[in-house]
């Protein structure tokens, strides 16, 4: 606070009392200080209470006997009483210095808003409007807490002219309680502390009121456990208070009971008709909002960016050496495990999913299909059951769809949901929302889709329902297994015959998957064609494990003298066998054993030793089959002997980020010598069994692979390697860290601001 603050607290209860207490906690007003605390409040025995817990230096019942030379004034009063007290503090205005701060805590904004502007005769620009999310079922000032507001959020509502330094006054003020300060407006706070506050306290206090007017109450209470317990904590909530509250927010408070009576009317009859599926999709849904709840307060990685960005950030610390050496399984095929999710609920029936990537890109793609009416159960250790709701039962989403980093996922559900009935928007994270999605919105409005993009055609999507899609025949410009399999899924629901042409072979997940949930997709040389108006049937699938995954632990223990290692269970589709053809034509000692095939998809453990690497014109006709492999790949380069070539695959520019530069970038960092070009590079390798380029700070700009490629480099580094930004690694590969200090390597996680 600045020097010679006079803070002014009108309202010495819970939530003033706390207020005090932080602030003297935080050695505001502390001898020596210039700083005063100052209250008025209607009971002189409350001021005297907040003198005695030296919680204020002095206090009056009467305001004009605090507000000389004030500089802050803090009105904790119940919202009702706002408008009396600003009256009165509106005559005492000409007293006070002109840069005094007004602020509030109320709980509702648009009613003190208008309280201010009936008060003063217009809303003071100095007048800056906020709300501590936090509280307690104890009040006055005796239950002052000073740790009442860390780590919780507070609402300021400025308007747009209201002064920038009286804002940052406030905020500063919060901040020294050690709350968060968030910004919001007027109408939008109301609305939502309505569902997340007012609601709630409302439904507590109805319910404890039932029970306690039967005549087995005793009995009801005597064995309620502790659930009832925690829902209805709250009900011991002051009730002048929330009598205050409800009638000052009624509207949008009403607006949000006429949301829960319809959502808990649809759960009724769900109860009636003895509909499980509805239930479970109902239960599960709130499960797993509930779980984002939760990350959302402690600011861990699932999802939270959704709300709110995490203030901490990852990184990866890579000592040099190791060895890699042992038998591990990575986890399951994420675009497998997208699809299957996709597939199976719009299929017919129950569709059982093992070896499901429980990553974040694979959980926004659950909770997406959640939103929209399926009901799943899991994951658990890699199971998922889907209950299909066929190729029409898709419900409207009360809001955007997330899908996290998951450009795969956004591609695919642009495609299906061109279909649908209702309108939708898919939105992502930062780093998603910087990708080109023109790619699918450009061939889905031939087919006579109605998309809207942002500036550049990136996220979010906003895709109109209700549009009849014609079949098209289709020449992708260049080759994508997201924008093929986008057009064959909005086949299904168009007239007619949806054709695509790939100017080269890419990952064909999707076609084996639709024909083996009896949706018949054909194929002849380099295009594949369906008809749509089929339906898709429930079947099993067994997730293998993820060969991009793979490929890090392959290409480490192809670098590191005296490794051995066998990867079990390895998705080894046509394909995606680019990076096992390429280390292989690099020499790399690597055997496919236990060759099978699990759910229409080829599988093999991968048994791969230590042999010298040498540099090659990497075939063009491999690059689509490794495109996701390459970051990796660009390490192996730089270990190899010569120089390895890289043309055709100017594809890594629009991944999650620009593959090639930040490759670039991160190899010139640590010294291994490389040339950049606009569909490739040339990667020159020193080979040998020393250290082969030395250590630094990379960026991996919040690319997943990046990160996982430069962490491998530690293997053959001469000094530490350091990788910013690697929170996202979780998207693809949520055991990374795990398996790498398995087989040998020495990574450490750090956070930072």
Same mark, same amino acid.
């Given at each position: 606070?600045?020097?010679?603050?006079?803070?002014?607290?009108?309202?010495?209860?819970?939530i003033g009392?706390?207020?005090?207490?932080?602030?003297?906690?935080?050695?505001?007003?502390?001898?020596g200080?210039?700083?005063?605390?100052?209250?008025?409040?209607?009971?002189?025995?409350?001021?005297?209470?907040g003198?005695?817990?030296?919680l204020?230096?002095?206090?009056?019942?009467?305001?004009?006997?605090?507000?000389?030379?004030?500089?802050?004034?803090?009105?904790?009063?119940?919202?009702?009483?706002?408008?009396?007290?600003?009256?009165?503090?509106?005559?005492? =205005?000409?007293?006070?210095?002109?840069?005094?701060?007004?602020t509030?805590?109320?709980?509702?904004?648009?009613?003190?808003?208008?309280?201010?502007?009936?008060?003063?005769?217009?809303?003071?620009?100095r007048?800056?409007?906020?709300?501590?999310i936090?509280?307690?079922?104890?009040?006055?000032v005796?239950?002052?807490?000073?740790?009442?507001?860390?780590?919780?959020k507070?609402?300021l509502?400025?308007?747009?002219?209201?002064?920038?330094?009286?804002?940052?006054?406030?905020?500063?003020?919060?901040?020294? &309680?050690?709350a968060?300060?968030?910004?919001?407006?007027?109408?939008?706070?109301?609305?939502?502390l309505?569902?997340?506050?007012?609601?709630?306290?409302?439904?507590?206090?109805?319910?404890?009121?039932?029970?306690?007017?039967?005549?087995?109450?005793?009995?009801?209470?005597?064995y309620?456990?502790?659930?009832?317990?925690?829902? &209805?904590?709250?009900?011991?909530?002051d009730?002048?208070?929330?009598?205050?509250?409800?009638?000052?927010?009624?509207?949008?408070?009403?607006?949000?009971?006429?949301?829960?009576?319809?959502g808990?009317?649809?759960?009724?009859?769900?109860?009636?008709?003895?509909?499980?599926?509805?239930?479970?999709?109902?239960?599960?849904r709130?499960?797993?909002?509930?779980?984002?709840?939760?990350?959302? =307060?402690?600011?861990t990685?699932?999802?939270?960016?959704?709300?709110?960005?995490?203030?901490?950030?990852?990184?990866?610390?890579?000592?040099?050496?190791g060895?890699?050496?042992?038998?591990?399984?990575?986890?399951?095929?994420?675009?497998?495990?997208?699809?299957?999710?996709?597939?199976?609920?719009?299929?017919?029936?129950?569709?059982?999913?093992?070896?499901?990537?429980?990553?974040?890109?694979?959980?926004?793609?659950?909770?997406?299909?959640?939103?929209?009416?399926?009901?799943?159960?899991?994951?658990?250790?890699?199971?998922?059951t889907?209950?299909?709701?066929?190729?029409?039962?898709?419900?409207?989403?009360?809001?955007?769809?997330?899908?996290?980093?998951?450009?795969?996922?956004m591609?695919?559900?642009?495609?299906?949901?061109?279909?649908?009935?209702?309108?939708?928007?898919?939105?992502?994270? &930062?780093?998603?929302?910087?990708?080109?999605?023109?790619?699918?919105?450009?061939?889905?409005?031939?087919?006579?889709?109605?998309?809207?993009?942002?500036?550049?055609?990136?996220?979010?999507?906003?895709?109109?329902?209700?549009?009849? =899609?014609?079949?098209?025949?289709?020449?992708?410009?260049?080759a994508?297994?997201?924008?093929?399999?986008?057009?064959?899924?909005?086949?299904?629901?168009?007239?007619?015959? &949806?054709?695509?042409?790939?100017?080269?072979?890419t990952?064909?997940?999707?076609?084996?998957?639709l024909?083996?949930?009896?949706?018949?997709?054909?194929?002849?040389g380099?295009?594949?064609?369906?008809?749509?108006?089929?339906?898709?049937?429930?079947?099993p699938?067994?997730?293998?494990?993820?060969?991009?995954?793979a490929?890090?632990?392959?290409?480490?223990?192809?670098?590191?003298?005296?490794s051995?290692?066998?990867?079990?269970?390895?998705?080894i589709?046509?394909?995606?066998?680019g990076?096992?053809?390429?280390?292989?034509?690099?020499?790399?000692?690597?055997?496919?054993?236990?060759?099978?095939?699990v759910?229409?998809?080829?599988?093999?453990?991968?048994?791969?030793?230590?042999?010298?690497?040498?540099?090659i014109?990497i075939p063009?006709d491999?690059v689509?089959l490794?495109?996701?492999?390459?970051?990796?790949?660009?390490i192996?380069?730089?270990?190899?002997?010569?120089?390895t070539?890289?043309?055709?695959?100017?594809?890594l520019?629009v991944?999650?980020?620009?593959?090639?530069?930040?490759?670039?970038?991160?190899?010139t960092?640590?010294?291994?010598?490389?040339?950049?070009?606009?569909?490739g590079?040339?990667?020159?390798?020193?080979?040998g069994?020393?250290?082969?380029?030395?250590?630094?700070?990379?960026?991996?700009?919040?690319?997943?692979?990046?990160?996982?490629?430069?962490?491998?480099?530690?293997?053959?580094?001469?000094?530490?390697?350091?990788?910013?930004?690697?929170?996202?690694?979780?998207?693809?590969?949520?055991?990374?860290?795990e398996?790498?200090?398995?087989?040998?390597?020495s990574?450490?996680?750090?956070?930072?601001?």
């Amino acid at each position: 606070m600045p020097q010679s603050s006079r803070i002014v607290i009108v309202g010495l209860g819970l939530i003033g009392g706390s207020l005090a207490a932080a602030l003297r906690q935080a050695k505001v007003g502390q001898q020596g200080d210039d700083c005063v605390i100052l209250a008025c409040d209607p009971d002189a025995g409350e001021i005297r209470r907040g003198m005695d817990m030296g919680l204020i230096d002095n206090g009056s019942t009467c305001m004009g006997d605090v507000l000389d030379a004030a500089t802050l004034v803090v009105l904790a009063v119940p919202v009702l009483a706002m408008s009396s007290v600003m009256k009165a503090l509106a005559g005492y =205005l000409s007293r006070m210095a002109p840069d005094v701060v007004i602020t509030d805590v109320g709980s509702t904004k648009a009613t003190i808003r208008e309280a201010a502007i009936e008060a003063f005769g217009e809303l003071p620009e100095r007048l800056v409007l906020g709300h501590p999310i936090a509280g307690s079922e104890k009040s006055g000032v005796a239950a002052s807490n000073p740790d009442l507001y860390r780590d919780h959020k507070v609402i300021l509502t400025p308007e747009q002219d209201t002064d920038e330094k009286a804002q940052r006054l406030v905020e500063t003020m919060w901040r020294m &309680t050690g709350a968060e300060v968030l910004y919001m407006g007027v109408e939008r706070h109301d609305q939502v502390l309505a569902r997340t506050s007012h609601l709630p306290h409302l439904l507590a206090f109805s319910l404890v009121d039932t029970l306690a007017r039967q005549d087995e109450r005793l009995e009801i209470f005597r064995y309620a456990a502790g659930g009832f317990r925690d829902f &209805t904590r709250i009900a011991g909530s002051d009730p002048v208070m929330w009598r205050d509250i409800f009638q000052a927010n009624r509207d949008a408070v009403l607006d949000a009971l006429d949301d829960f009576e319809n959502g808990l009317a649809v759960l009724r009859e769900a109860v009636i008709q003895g509909d499980s599926d509805g239930m479970l999709a109902t239960f599960d849904r709130a499960r797993h909002a509930r779980h984002y709840f939760e990350s959302l =307060l402690n600011q861990t990685s699932y999802q939270a960016e959704y709300q709110m960005q995490e203030t901490a950030k990852l990184r990866y610390r890579v000592a040099p050496g190791g060895s890699v050496t042992g038998r591990i399984r990575v986890p399951g095929d994420k675009s497998i495990s997208h699809r299957s999710i996709m597939l199976g609920a719009l299929s017919e029936g129950v569709t059982e999913v093992s070896g499901f990537l429980e990553g974040e890109d694979s959980l926004a793609t659950l909770q997406a299909f959640r939103e929209m009416g399926v009901a799943i159960e899991g994951p658990h250790q890699g199971r998922v059951t889907i209950h299909g709701v066929g190729m029409r039962g898709l419900k409207k989403p009360a809001g955007p769809l997330y899908v996290g980093n998951a450009g795969t996922a956004m591609r695919l559900f642009a495609g299906l949901l061109a279909g649908q009935e209702f309108d939708t928007e898919l939105t992502g994270d &930062t780093s998603l929302t910087r990708r080109p999605m023109g790619r699918v919105a450009d061939p889905l409005r031939l087919m006579g889709a109605v998309i809207e993009t942002s500036e550049g055609g990136r996220p979010p999507l906003k895709i109109k329902g209700e549009q009849r =899609l014609n079949g098209i025949t289709y020449d992708m410009p260049m080759a994508s297994a997201q924008v093929k399999s986008c057009l064959l899924l909005a086949g299904m629901y168009a007239d007619g015959e &949806t054709r695509v042409r790939e100017p080269a072979p890419t990952r064909d997940h999707t076609e084996r998957m639709l024909n083996g949930f009896g949706y018949p997709v054909e194929r002849e040389g380099d295009t594949c064609w369906l008809r749509g108006g089929g339906k898709l049937v429930a079947a099993p699938i067994d997730v293998p494990s993820d060969i991009s995954s793979a490929t890090f632990f392959l290409v480490a223990a192809a670098i590191t003298p005296g490794s051995d290692l066998l990867l079990e269970h390895v998705g080894i589709n046509p394909t995606r066998i680019g990076v096992i053809n390429i280390l292989k034509a690099m020499g790399a000692d690597l055997q496919l054993e236990n060759l099978r095939e699990v759910g229409g998809e080829p599988v093999a453990d991968l048994h791969i030793r230590y042999a010298p690497l040498k540099g090659i014109d990497i075939p063009q006709d491999q690059v689509p089959l490794a495109i996701d492999e390459f970051p990796a790949l660009f390490i192996a380069a730089a270990n190899a002997q010569g120089t390895t070539r890289l043309r055709g695959a100017e594809e890594l520019r629009v991944k999650e980020s620009d593959r090639l530069q930040s490759m670039a970038d991160g190899m010139t960092i640590i010294g291994i010598d490389n040339t950049l070009y606009d569909d490739g590079i040339d990667i020159v390798g020193k080979g040998g069994e020393g250290a082969n380029y030395g250590g630094g700070r990379v960026d991996s700009h919040e690319d997943h692979r990046i990160a996982m490629a430069f962490t491998i480099a530690g293997l053959r580094a001469s000094a530490p390697i350091e990788i910013d930004d690697c929170a996202n690694v979780a998207t693809s590969f949520p055991t990374f860290v795990e398996l790498t200090q398995k087989v040998g390597l020495s990574l450490e996680e750090v956070r930072y601001d």
